[in-house]
């Protein structure tokens, strides 16, 4: 059989490459806010307290965070086609157990292997998508992946919704089911394999990531109930903290850290990460919050608490890929700068105006300036990051950047229940709002750090005319273009 030329193979891996990895991403997106809608009813139906309801986002957040990097690592030395289909096939079966559990334990064990699961996928398509497409292609690439990630952002609070509404909680999670039974299979023909540099997983560091983050997150859900000066809650977090300081100590010293933390050193790639973090930070704390406000505090039905969310996660579908777009011209400081301070002053305008017989037209459009600015920081972001590497890196750092974004998210769901938490918040709409408007206000402090961080990442590099430029009369067309070696790969 005759080879397929390179100029036709190209596009056709391109287009497989952006379309299987979108699916990829999307279903586990999806999966990180589909349960906001669900909460009030998982409360009543397994009998869930607030702290229940934390760890049925949490589990799934906390072990996506602490695994994304072996993730990452797993796919360079293994193959990152394969270790995609491994974690697809992972995801999967994680989302049925959720759909088959008879309690909320066993609930919240099934989201943290769906959390593991996610973690081999979600930095594989960002990282798939880098190795198909050249550098002057690869921003509106990742805007379109960020545009899906949007869509699943948007569809999470509707489907979950109107599946517990119209069928039961157990069916949100059968929905990933047929999903991954067909992405599987596609994957693993239409991908193009690729290795990075084949580096020995840091399984030290993983436990002791695993465990200092497991001991902050314990401490501040467990405040709501024990308090914050009892020793449950104090020894949790001292513990904690030391173990995250025990595992930078290791990082430093690791022959193949999961955590290149020389890569922090680059300015940009700094920047854009902890931009990343209190952006995730602020949003998931207040869509934590926000579903349950309105079922709660309002009474709305949960398939009328996500329609109303989709004026704040329905932006991204648009916007995203237009960022990115843009970003290739302008730079991206401009966009993530911009985007976090929409997303702080949306959040800061519904603190403001919250109130249980609210009508919805102010507070949509407050939700909406919040969208958009969520938005433009969704591939800008994740571009910066990608740009601010070597060629070999991009596994990693794009590891890296997911984890600090499910981290920040995690962070964000703990403090702000924490700050909500009051007696009686439930039962009283009136407890209930004052609860969450204080919750609010802090999502708006965490964002606006995020502004003043996102400021650090560099302006855009203009390129230069090469001195020898004037030597070569050819024209450009016929100049031949070079680029940098990929990795090893097999088609």
């Not at 010293?253 to 931009?275: C, D, V």
Request: contains cysteine; hydrophobic residues 55%; aromatic residues 8%.
């Amino acid at each position: 059989m005759a080879a397929v030329p390179t100029s036709v193979a190209r596009p056709a891996l391109q287009t497989w490459t952006l379309v299987l990895a979108s699916l990829g991403v999307f279903m586990t997106a999806l999966d990180t806010l589909v349960v906001t809608t669900a909460l009030p009813v998982l409360r009543t139906s397994l009998h869930g307290s607030l702290a229940d309801l934390e760890w049925t986002v949490n589990a799934y957040n906390l072990c996506f965070a602490c695994s994304l990097l072996t993730g990452a690592a797993l796919g360079d030395r293994f193959g990152r086609r394969r270790m995609y289909c491994v974690g697809l096939a992972v995801f999967t079966t994680a989302s049925a157990a959720a759909a088959l559990s008879p309690t909320v334990g066993a609930l919240i064990a099934a989201r943290a292997v769906q959390g593991a699961g996610a973690a081999l996928v979600m930095p594989l398509t960002l990282t798939l998508i880098s190795e198909a497409f050249p550098a002057g292609k690869r921003g509106m690439a990742i805007g379109l992946w960020g545009g899906i990630a949007g869509l699943a952002v948007a569809a999470g609070p509707v489907v979950g919704g109107a599946v517990v509404q119209g069928l039961s909680w157990h069916w949100i999670f059968w929905l990933n089911v047929p999903i991954g039974l067909a992405l599987i299979p596609l994957a693993a023909r239409k991908l193009r394999e690729s290795f990075g540099p084949h580096p020995r997983l840091d399984v030290r560091g993983l436990l002791l990531a695993g465990a200092g983050f497991f001991g902050l997150t314990w401490g501040l859900v467990r405040a709501n109930t024990v308090g914050w000066g009892s020793v449950e809650v104090l020894g949790s977090l001292v513990a904690g903290a030391a173990v995250v300081g025990l595992f930078l100590w290791w990082e430093r010293r690791a022959p193949t850290p999961m955590l290149p933390l020389a890569m922090f050193r680059r300015r940009g790639f700094a920047a854009a990460n902890g931009a990343s973090f209190f952006l995730y930070a602020g949003l998931f704390g207040a869509l934590f919050l926000m579903a349950q406000f309105f079922q709660s505090a309002q009474g709305l039905t949960p398939l009328q608490a996500g329609l109303r969310l989709l004026a704040w996660t329905a932006a991204p579908m648009v916007v995203a890929p237009l960022a990115g777009r843009l970003a290739d011209r302008y730079g991206n400081r401009p966009f993530v700068v911009l985007g976090l301070a929409l997303q702080g002053a949306g959040l800061a305008w519904v603190a403001a105006i919250a109130k249980p017989g609210l009508g919805f037209a102010e507070m949509g459009i407050a939700l909406a300036i919040a969208g958009i600015g969520t938005s433009l920081v969704f591939p800008t972001v994740a571009n910066e990051v990608v740009a601010s590497v070597d060629g070999e890196d991009v596994g990693m750092a794009a590891g890296t950047n997911s984890a600090m974004r499910e981290l920040g998210g995690v962070l964000g769901v703990a403090v702000l229940a924490s700050v909500f938490a009051r007696p009686g918040a439930y039962a009283s709409p009136t407890v209930f709002v004052a609860g969450f408007t204080s919750a609010l206000w802090v999502g708006v402090g965490l964002t606006a750090v995020g502004v003043l961080v996102a400021s650090a990442i560099p302006p855009r590099k203009r390129l230069a005319a090469p001195p020898s430029a004037p030597a070569d009369r050819r024209p450009a067309a016929l100049v031949p273009a070079v680029e940098p070696p990929s990795h090893r790969a097999e088609p």
